[in-house]
């Protein structure tokens, strides 16, 4: 029994992401470039991604961390729960959310609102994953996109299923009789 086993095809080999994350990283080196940006990975799922992407940034910036989760039932609202703040002040910053993946977008509207809340002088996002699924009904505003996904539930790098997963390097489909 491997973790392979569980998957039905695998999307993006870890050479895929590492070229898909050094492009994303040369358009955020080029448009940040002497702004000191802070880079705020949510956690757990974008962790793999905001460690390799930081890599191959060849400007100044800081990271930091954010825990949220939805409230269950209001998941449509985007309403979400706080679970580990930011330890950085953003005020007057500029602000780069890293995401593993976006779907409906209903969380990164709320962290996008709440960050301009606090008077952050630019609030962008970059995604690795774009999902846009039938669901997403919000105009989520993401100017740097990794790569885009057809539906289908995908794991590994950073992303989970009930938790699992995590560890894999590559990212694949999730065979679906093991979450239907
Ligand atoms: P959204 O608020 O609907 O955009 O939800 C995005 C979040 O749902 C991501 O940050 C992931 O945690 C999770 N998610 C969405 N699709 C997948 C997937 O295919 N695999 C693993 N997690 C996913
Ligand atoms: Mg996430």
Redo the contacts with the bound molecule.
Sequence with gaps: MTLRNDIDEILFSEEDIKEITKRLASELTRDYDCKNPVFVA?LK??IMFMGDLVKYVDTHLEMDFMDVS?YVGT?ST?EVKILKDLSTSIEGRHVVIV???????????YIIDFLRSRKAESVEVVTL?D?P?PE?KLE?DVKYIGTT?PE????GYG???NENYRNLPYIGL?KPELYN
């Design positions: 949510l799922g974008s939805s998941k985007g995401e593993d993946i976006v779907e409906t977008g209903a969380t990164l509207n994953l999902k699924i997403r989520v996904i289908g539930f995908v794991v992303l989970d299923f999730l």
